[in-house]
C-alpha cells in the first residue's frame, strides 16, 4: 500500500527552524512530483512548496526566501527546512505526493503539526 509518513513537527519560537521529513512507500518516487501543504484552523489548506521530479521549487510568496525544499530520490523521501518561523506559519502540515503528467493520481500524508509561538 501507499504511505507517506511526516516527521518533525513540533513547537518552535518566532524566528526559530524545524526540519520536516515525509517518507513515501509503495510508489515509483522519482515519478512523483511532491508537496508540503499545510492548513489552519478555519482555514483552507495551502500548498507550501512543491519539487518536481527533476528537482524544480517552487514556494507560496508567504514563505518564499524562508522555506526550502528538497527531495532524496534514492531514500523516497522529502524534507522541508522552515526558518525564521512564525506565528502565522502556525499549522498542520502534509505530505503529498502527485503523479507528474498526471496529477489527479495523488496521496496524502497524516500530518504533523507545527507551532511556532512565543
Known amino acids: 500500500q501507499v504511505q507517506l509518513v511526516e516527521s518533525g513537527g513540533g513547537l518552535v519560537q518566532p524566528g526559530g527552524s524545524l526540519r520536516l521529513s515525509c517518507a513515501a512507500s509503495?510508489?515509483?518516487?522519482?515519478?512523483?512530483?511532491m508537496g508540503w501543504y499545510r492548513q489552519a484552523p478555519g482555514k483552507e489548506r495551502e500548498l507550501v512548496a512543491s519539487i518536481t521530479t527533476g528537482g524544480s521549487a517552487t514556494f507560496a510568496g508567504s514563505v518564499k526566501g524562508r522555506f526550502t525544499i528538497s527531495r532524496d530520490n534514492a531514500k523516497n523521501t522529502v524534507s522541508l527546512q522552515m526558518n525564521i518561523l512564525k506565528p502565522e506559519d502556525t499549522a498542520v502540515y502534509y505530505c503529498?505526493?502527485?503523479?507528474?503528467?498526471?496529477?489527479?493520481?495523488?496521496?496524502w500524508g497524516q500530518g504533523t503539526q507545527v507551532t511556532v509561538s512565543s
Open positions: 509503495g510508489i515509483i518516487f522519482s515519478w512523483y512530483v
Open positions: 503529498n505526493a502527485a503523479l507528474q503528467g498526471a496529477t489527479s493520481v495523488s496521496y
